[in-house]
């Protein structure tokens, strides 16, 4: 069972607020990654980071920002919430690089978050 | 364009039969396919990866095979139990880039019904 944790599980909040959704590994992973997946979809990548200090924007465009100030913490926050970032966050890191055959991506349970 | 596509969408079956899940893919240069299962309301759970030179894996009831010249794999789930209702997601990575990009396909949702 891999050692990755996010919290909050689920949060509805209102527009305009303020959030930051936590997601800590115990594994000592230096590549950490966050998805957004809305229901019957694909996982689109909106940030990842290689390493303490380094955050990078993924494939999908998002509001949202990442910090990684220590290996095992990277939190995502929305500055000022609206209903349009209605989404399941999921965190994952990993072992070693996508392109290897043996790199593992281990992912959180999710985080559910409803703007109203 | 790189995408994997899979099918059936959902599928419903009974306990104890078995089924086989499709994933095309036409992602370029090919690295190596995954299988996830993800629970509703959970994250996804790996369950085999394959790289080009694997033709097919297993993980208990789980069997996975891949064909890279047709660019096909399948998921084929034996003695299917009601646990198996989740939705099961195709993964392929690319090596043409230095990030090692994943494409995920949308899933196929299994119901199993007792």
């Known amino acids: 069972e891999a050692d990755i944790y996010q919290t909050p599980r689920y949060l509805v909040i209102g527009t305009g607020k303020k959030i930051t959704l936590e997601c800590s590994q115990t594994m000592g992973h230096d590549k950490m990654y966050w998805y957004q997946q809305d229901p019957g979809m694909e996982l689109h990548l909106i940030h990842y980071?290689?390493?303490?200090?380094?955050?990078e924007k993924g494939d999908l465009s998002s509001e949202s920002t990442v910090s990684r100030i220590r290996t095992e913490h990277f939190p995502l926050t929305l500055e000022s919430a609206r209903p349009s970032h209605t989404s399941q966050y999921l965190c994952?890191?990993?072992?070693?690089?996508?392109?290897?055959?043996?790199?593992?991506?281990?992912f959180g349970e999710g985080s559910r978050l409803t703007v109203l | 364009k790189n995408q994997v596509e899979q099918s059936p969408q959902s599928l419903i079956i009974l306990e104890g039969k078995n089924c086989t899940l499709q994933c095309n893919y036409t992602v370029s240069p090919f690295s190596n396919l995954r299988w996830y299962k993800q629970d509703t309301g959970r994250g996804p759970v790996s369950l085999t990866i394959m790289t080009f030179s694997e033709n097919t894996k297993s993980n208990g009831r789980y069997t996975a095979t891949l064909d890279a010249d047709t660019k096909q794999s399948s998921l084929h789930i034996t003695a299917s139990q009601l646990s198996d209702s989740a939705s099961y997601i195709c993964v392929v990575s690319d090596r043409g880039s230095t990030l090692g990009r994943l494409y995920f396909g949308r899933g196929t949702q299994l119901t199993v019904w007792p």
């Open positions: 980071s290689y390493g303490v200090n380094s955050t």
């Open positions: 994952a890191s990993s072992d070693a690089g996508w392109m290897t055959n043996t790199g593992e991506l281990f």
